[in-house]
């Protein structure tokens, strides 16, 4: 069991760094805000502390927590012009972000040594740890998702009309889900410089954001359960599967439309409203009768106006 | 005393072309008032217009006397604003209980960080408004299909999931928009008594409705829309008989 552990080590950090971004891709995802930042404020918390550690001789904790503020400030003051914008959008102004903070990396060599990335970052980001943190996020997004904030993210994600006409503010949530969005992906980028010894700029380019993205549709935008079950499926596949490994992104692509065109909410969340509509129909049997769809036509113009007609 | 909700000489023009031209209504607390009128006449628009979705190119909306044309739908919401979708609109993949709850929203007392973490008073409130939204599952007949998905339910549970939402938001006015499309006649008769009794406590409901039987028989007063203009007005029998209105309908 320790030796299994020992030789796919490197593997779990790498499942669990990707866990914290793909639940960054997920809240915002789940409050309908089309964010594609997750990669960059991920290249911004790792980058913060990586540069504190090697150049400035921070202790690694303050600056982990220091990379992680830094997501948290960049998001929140780009959520406010963010929020006034939507859907196709809010992808672009956020893949400019990425951008911007890409090239930051690439060619402002002074600070981060371009394309060489940062090296010597001492490993102190360890498996107990990085796991500690993902608990901890999951437990506060359980939470977050099962109250009023969650409750309001779901409206809006399904229906702004409605949304607005429960008093609920659209931007305001957004803003929420944006900041928290930048926070966890901070949160991701910093383990990830301290669990690597080293980071270059390519990490957190167009791959990066796929794979947050790919990893929540596969696993299912609506719970948190779902961000977890994409890491994991998305990040350990190439590794089992070695001998696939020169056509890994064709592989992903094709999971990723099976994924789309039969299992569209996703693998969790199906797996999860099967098993609670197994469980309603073991609990009242009789239910079952009443939830047998309806053949109320949404509506019949012929009839509606013939009744108005018989009546005049 | 005036009403609840008043229009004066409202219009809405879409590119020059009117959708509601001219339309004044006055909806009293405590009633039922009708509006109809034949596909297209602008009966969406007007409740569109009413709840902030929609601005007035001109006109005014006042709502206890004070002005609220320029109001967003949101601040008209918490003001007390309340609404059903004639092409149903729910949360599918939440539980019925998640989406009548979600109607609370503008009572929610509890902080941004209580709810975020799930602190105590964030779980004290989601359990009353549980309890409470279960009060409302209890007056629709729907308490055993409280943890069923919206979306697995029939068309006649939706609209009433639809109707549990806007209640649960405690309005003052109710504006009801063919609230009993594609129900048969059992179904509407249950939901009429639940509207009465919505009026009955003091909210000014208007409901929208192309079924004329059940319209005659909630309404105290009724106003016929047709291609964007009022045409009639009244006491329900006397507009069925108004032969404007039956030439609007059978399109002689």
């Not at chain 1, 490197?10 to 971004?21: G, K, P």
């Not at chain 1, 948290?72 to 196709?88: D, E, I, K, N, W």
């Not at chain 1, 672009?92 to 002074?110: D, E, G």
């Not at chain 2, 993949?93 to 989406?99: M, R």
Request: glycine share 10%; net charge positive; aromatic share 6%.
């Amino acid at each position: 069991m320790m030796n299994f552990f020992f030789t796919y080590q490197s593997l779990f950090d790498h499942i669990l760094v990707y866990a914290l971004l793909a639940m960054s891709q997920y809240v915002v995802l789940r409050a309908g805000v089309f964010s594609l930042g997750t990669a960059g404020f991920a290249a911004l918390g790792a980058y913060g502390a990586a540069l504190l550690i090697t150049k400035s001789g921070w202790p690694p904790a303050a600056a982990i927590v220091a990379g992680t503020l830094l997501g948290t400030v960049s998001s929140a003051l780009l959520a406010l012009p963010l929020s006034r914008l939507r859907g196709v959008f809010q992808a672009v102004a956020t893949l400019a972000l990425v951008q911007i903070v890409l090239s930051a990396t690439q060619n402002w060599v002074s600070l981060t040594n371009g394309a060489l990335g940062v090296n010597g970052i001492p490993k102190v980001a360890s498996t107990g740890i990085l796991l500690t943190v993902v608990v901890v996020v999951v437990l506060l997004l359980v939470a977050m998702g099962r109250y009023s904030v969650g409750r309001a993210m779901d409206v809006i994600r399904e229906d702004e009309t409605v949304a607005v006409s429960l008093g609920i503010s659209v931007p305001y949530y957004h803003r929420i889900a944006f900041i928290v969005s930048g926070t966890l992906a901070g949160l991701g980028g910093a383990p990830q410089a301290t669990s690597s010894y080293a980071i270059t700029p390519n990490e957190f380019g167009f791959s990066m954001l796929v794979a947050a993205l790919t990893m929540v549709v596969l696993g299912g935008r609506t719970t948190v359960w779902g961000a977890l079950v994409g890491a994991v499926i998305l990040t350990s596949l190439p590794e089992l599967f070695r001998v696939f490994a020169d056509y890994r992104n064709v592989v992903q692509g094709i999971l990723l439309m099976l994924v789309i065109v039969y299992l569209p909410r996703g693998v969790a969340d199906t797996l999860l409203g099967l098993l609670r509509d197994r469980r309603l129909r073991r609990a009242a049997p009789l239910a079952a009768v009443v939830v047998a769809p309806a053949a109320a036509p949404a509506k019949d113009p012929v009839r509606a106006n013939f009744e108005a007609r018989a009546h005049l | 005393m005036t009403a609840t909700l008043v229009l004066k000489d409202v219009a809405r023009h879409f590119g020059g072309v009117p959708a509601v031209d001219g339309v004044s209504i006055e909806v009293p607390a405590g009633q039922i008032t009708g509006l109809i009128g034949p596909n297209g006449a602008g009966k969406t628009t007007v409740v569109n217009l009413i709840t902030g979705l929609l601005h007035l190119t001109s006109g005014k909306v006042l709502l206890d006397g004070q002005d609220v044309s320029r109001e967003e739908a949101p601040a008209l919401a918490r003001a007390g604003v309340a609404r059903t979708f004639q092409n149903i609109r729910l949360v599918p993949d939440a539980s019925v209980l998640d989406n009548v709850v979600a109607g609370f929203h503008r009572h929610e007392k509890a902080g941004l960080w209580a709810n975020l973490l799930g602190l105590p008073s964030a779980r004290a409130e989601a359990s009353d408004l549980k309890r409470r939204a279960m009060e409302l599952l209890d007056r629709f007949e729907m308490t055993a299909l409280a943890d069923h998905r919206a979306g697995s339910l029939s068309y006649g549970h939706q609209r009433r999931i639809e109707m549990m939402r806007a209640l649960a938001t405690k309005p003052r006015l109710l504006l009801l928009d063919e609230p009993v499309a594609g129900m048969n006649d059992t179904e509407a008769e249950s939901l009429a008594g639940i509207f009465r009794k919505v009026a009955a406590e003091g909210v000014a409901v208007l409901l929208i409705e192309h079924n004329m039987r059940f319209v005659m028989s909630l309404c105290s007063h009724l106003y016929v829309l047709a291609s964007g203009r009022l045409i009639a007005e009244g006491e329900p029998t006397a507009v069925g008989r108004d032969p404007k209105v039956v030439e609007a309908y059978l399109g002689a």
